[in-house]
């Protein structure tokens, strides 16, 4: 059985660094996991065109270089994906637009174990998760989905609202804050909102820290590090590849465009 490590540092109290891939390339996240920056990739699937095949080679790329998976899933087909994903090897999920209590709980239960202790939806599928290690018994296997770490984007204005209660509920380890959704959910353009934005993400990560639930924040900088290292955070995704591209081309790319254009 392939060592939960997000899990794992989370039970132990650790601070967690990831970042965003949005390529199915798993040569790309072998380089990213040999930079020794990351704890965990996080797969935003939920952005890109893949199949099932990259989840598997992704999943494998982590594997061999000993850093952790996540997959960011879409609202309509998470039940899918996420049965899909974890049976493909990723270690963790990070659901998205859900509104209520009742839908957290609702894909917390497709995603745990079909047995009793933990009475869920997921059963004992056949993919390299299982058929790949035929000598683990199946509570084993049950253990390896429970152990599967529950992440949640709390980025509409009907989820801040239910904020307590969903960090209430048992088995959701992770939340962390989407400004742009959240801003939508209001009516707001974000650029126009930024201090109530703020405030609403600091009383996210708030809650989450007095119910015992990991708040993640998604950064660029060491300055915003430290910034939400003073609000008692300490699992952060540096780095998203689609932005570091576009940074890049509308940075020095664009400069030695501007001096190609001036030697004409």
């Not at 967690?16 to 390339?25: D, E, H, K, M, P």
């Not at 780095?239 to 030695?256: I, L, S």
Request: net charge negative; aromatic share 10%; charged share 25%.
């Amino acid at each position: 059985m392939k060592e939960n490590k997000l899990r794992n540092m989370l039970v132990n109290g650790q601070a967690t660094v990831g970042t965003r891939i949005w390529s199915t390339w798993p040569t790309l996240t072998e380089a990213c996991a040999s930079t020794g920056s990351f704890d965990y990739i996080e797969f935003v699937a939920e952005y890109v065109p893949y199949d099932l095949h990259s989840l598997e080679n992704l999943a494998r790329a982590c594997e061999l270089h000993n850093i952790s998976s996540m997959i960011k899933v879409d609202l309509q087909n998470r039940f899918y994906v996420a049965q899909k994903a974890m049976a493909a090897g990723f270690q963790s999920v990070l659901f998205t637009d859900h509104k209520t209590a009742e839908e957290v709980a609702e894909s917390l239960h497709i995603v745990s174990p079909d047995c009793p202790e933990s009475g869920g939806r997921f059963g004992y599928p056949n993919n390299r998760w299982v058929g790949f290690q035929p000598n683990n018994p199946q509570m084993k296997y049950a253990a390896m989905v429970k152990g599967t770490v529950k992440a949640f984007m709390i980025e509409k204005a009907e989820t801040m609202d239910s904020i307590e209660e969903i960090c209430s509920i048992d088995g959701v380890d992770m939340v962390q804050f989407g400004p742009s959704d959240y801003s939508m959910s209001k009516g707001w353009n974000l650029k126009d909102h930024r201090d109530e934005i703020r405030k609403a993400e600091e009383k996210m990560i708030q809650v989450a820290l007095e119910h015992g639930v990991a708040p993640r924040c998604e950064i660029d900088t060491i300055e915003q590090a430290e910034y939400y290292k003073s609000l008692g955070v300490k699992h952060f995704c540096v780095g998203d590849e689609f932005r570091n591209q576009m940074a890049y081309w509308n940075g020095p790319a664009k400069q030695v465009k501007e001096l190609a254009e001036g030697l004409k």
